[in-house]
């Protein structure tokens, strides 16, 4: 089935809005151990990013060295809008975005708190994007599964109405 641009432009918005109220999701990474965690992101939809607080010591950093291949998994609070997300995952070291991050959740956490060693901030790039809508959802009326396609470079704010 094919959507229109305006269709898939507006579901792309409806996933980052899901995205940014609320923060619960399951990260897989294929060569972590188990492959799929419990984590809590941060949606960046004007770079069109997804972030992670972790610690260098868990499975998910310790089972890639520079960019490994990343799933992310989320249900709304409702219940009634999943998402599956795919793309590069990296470290990223970018101190101003952590502190932009950080929280006291965060800071629990970690035994020395934002200062900890073992602190480590996650970028995912997503390239892919399945979405499954309950007939409830104002945005789509016939579909109930749309693929939502993002550039493998990230989309400049720009450019962003363009591009989805």
């Keep these: 089935m094919d959507f229109s641009p305006d269709m898939m432009k507006r579901a792309a918005q409806q996933l980052w809005h899901q995205l940014e109220n609320r923060r619960s999701s399951m990260l897989m990474i294929e060569a972590a151990k188990p ?73 629990a956490w970690f035994e020395q708190g934002r200062n900890d060693p073992s602190v480590v901030l996650l970028k995912m790039t997503p390239q892919k994007a399945t979405a499954w809508v309950a007939q409830g959802q104002q945005l789509l009326v016939a579909p109930k599964s749309m693929c939502i396609q993002f550039g493998v470079e990230p989309v400049k704010s720009s450019q962003r109405s363009n591009t989805r």
């Excluded at 502190?99 to 959740?105: G, L, N, P, Q, R």
């Design 35 to 107: 492959a799929l965690q419990p984590v809590s992101h941060f949606a960046d939809p004007e770079r069109g990013l997804v972030w992670f607080i972790c610690s260098r010591d868990s499975a998910l950093v310790s089972a890639f060295k520079d960019v490994a291949t990343a799933r992310l998994n989320f249900v709304s609070n409702s219940e009634d809008y999943f998402a599956s997300l795919s793309g590069e995952i990296e470290i990223a070291d970018d101190p101003k975005q952590l502190d932009h991050f950080w929280s006291y959740a965060a800071d």
